[in-house]
Nanobody, 116 residues
Framework: QVQLVESGGGLVQAGGSLRLSCVVS????????MGWYRQAPGKQREMVAT???????DYADSVKGRFTISRNNAKKTAYLQMNSLNPEDTAVYYC??????????WGQGTQVTVSS
């Protein structure tokens, strides 16, 4: 079984920062992409940032320049550093791991709330 566990969410004031972590455990090969997605109330889940096994990154336009995704392959952990947060970033943030064969796994999500 593959499990993803996110942590690091919480309540922060506008302009503040948070760092999310996602630890992957279980039987999964190291060459998998990881991504952060978010879902705000009443909205569809959207991609925030992704990182390939080789370190290639991609970001949603709304977070470019403010968020940074990274990973530690030895620890099977992905991170999302979020700076200059604003209330529009309020959402449940989910971690996703995708294997090279297209199988994917989701974490349970962590709440991020940004107050104005």
């Amino acid at each position: 079984q593959v499990q993803l566990v996110e942590s690091g969410g919480g309540l922060v004031q506008a302009g503040g920062s948070l760092r999310l972590s996602c630890v992957v455990s279980g039987n999964i090969y190291s060459d998998f992409a990881m991504g952060w997605y978010r879902q705000a109330p009443g909205k569809q889940r959207e991609m925030v940032a992704t990182i390939s096994g080789g370190g290639t990154t991609d970001y949603a336009d709304s977070v470019k320049g403010r968020f940074t995704i990274s990973r530690n392959n030895a620890k099977k952990t992905a991170y999302l550093q979020m700076n200059s947060l604003n209330p529009e970033d309020t959402a449940v943030y989910y971690c996703k791991a995708t294997t090279i064969w297209g199988y994917y796994y989701w974490g349970q999500g962590t709440q991020v709330t940004v107050s104005s």
